[in-house]
Every structure is written in C-alpha cells, then in structure tokens.
C-alpha cells in the first residue's frame, strides 16, 4: 500500500458517513509496512467529552490551569490512570489486541503513559524518530499510539510521516553490517500529512520518520507505548527496568484491574 493510498483514506476519515473499516490483520499488515495506521471513532461523543474533561483536571492537579501561547504541557506515568476517561483509553481492548499483534506479545508491557496539550500557535516539530538512539532494534519491539481530542488538518496540526522509513532502524540478518540513518536522511525524507476527526486513533511504528505540522489550534491527544517484555533494545531494556523498579512501589489498588497484566514487570499466568 502506498503512502499516497494510506493519506487519501485518512482524509476520507473527515467525510459524514465513512464507512471503511480493515481487519486487524490488514491493519497489523499496515503498520508494519508503512508504518502508521488510523482508526476512526474509537470514541463516541459523550466519551471524547469526557476524555477532554478529564484531561483539563489533569492539567488543572499538576498546576497547569494557566497557559500561555505556543505552551506544550506534557503529563506521565500512572497519576493519569486515576482519571477514569483516560485510564478507559489505555484500557480499550482494541488498542492492546492491535498492540499486542504488531508486536507479537501477548501481554506487552504498558511503557509510556502519556497526555500532551499544545496551545497555539506554536512552531510544530522537526523531523525525527523516537529510536534514534544510535542502534538498530529487533522489528516492531514497540509500538506507540496516539488518541486525538481535537480534528487535526494538514494546515494545523498533521501529523507527518515518511512511509515505510521505520525499516531503516531495524535489525536484519541480510545485512549485518547495516547502519543507522543518519539526521541528513530524516530530515530530507518525504513526509506525508495525517488529517483525522476528534477520536482518531494512531497506531504507529515509534522508529518511522516524522514530524508536526506548525499548531493554528488547540491539539490535545493522549498516547502510549506498549512494547515486547523480552525482545528489546540496549535503551528499552534499560527503560523496561528503570519502569519495574519504580512499579514495584505502587499499589496494585492504584492501578485499574484490567491494566494490571500489562502496567507491573510480570503478567500474570
């Protein structure tokens, strides 16, 4: 499938009465080969009102409720679960089963848990990848997520990506001597924009090239990362026992029952 193909379809996503929906498997067969994938409507509209709600205490209990132009405010980790809109999005069993098939896990390991607001305007973000740490990774170790709350258009917002650039990064046994790209590649790659509706999910392959498109409006999503417990990189096995360590101390009562499995160091038999 061609990244021309995958751009059309996600504007096709905007028009009342879009019906196309893949299989998991075309959707799994998707992100490995272009490296992104988008699921419309993951939300209805009494919970992406919610979402957004909950989001505005979270921001609100970390001493965010002013802003200012052009300000990102970040929120991580577990405190985000005891908001019940947001711990509902991590535990939507769409995201894990799609998680869990990309990266051949049957229980992955919930890595990052995250919320990002964007106040505009603000300038958008260089072309990167987020496993640009000077190695190859073992193929689909990890797979990030994004949950939109706001209709992003390639004018304000978009997310761009270069397809099929998530290969580059990986490991391969016909070419042991391989090497990572290099920032003159990523940054001159073709990138092409993501426009979706509010409730829009983004799967994606964390090691694809990409980019934001300077911010006109607000842009709210919450996203994480599930990744393999075993088949991991020299960072992400770092990371996987920075993460059980600091788990270790927090209650099991904290954590919403159905994300236990996937938030503590071991997955239950």
Known sequence: MSGDFLQREAGLQNLKGYKKMKSKSEIVKTVKAEGVYCLPNLLSKNELDETRQDLGRACRDAGHEAYNAGERTRLSGEVLLKYPAIARVFSDPQILELCSSITEEPIPFLQEIVANRYIPPHPGIAPHSDEDFGELVPPFMRVTWALFLDDISAQSGA???????????????????????????????????????????????????????????????????????????????????????????????????????????????
């Open 159 to 269: 997310l761009l990506y270069a397809p099929g650039t998530h290969w580059h990064h990986y490991l391969s046994k016909d070419d042991p001597e391989k090497k990572s790209p290099t920032q003159e590649q990523i940054r001159t790659a073709n990138y092409v924009p993501i426009e979706l509706m509010a409730g829009t999910l983004i799967l994606r392959a964390p090691e694809v090239w990409h980019a934001v498109a300077p911010i006109h409006h607000l842009r709210r999503y919450i996203t994480g990362s599930y990744s393999s417990r075993n088949r991991v990189s020299s960072w992400l096995g770092k990371d996987i026992a920075r993460l059980r360590a600091q788990r270790q101390k927090v209650k099991k009562e904290d954590i919403p029952e159905g994300l236990r499995n996937v938030f503590y160091s071991e997955a239950a038999p």
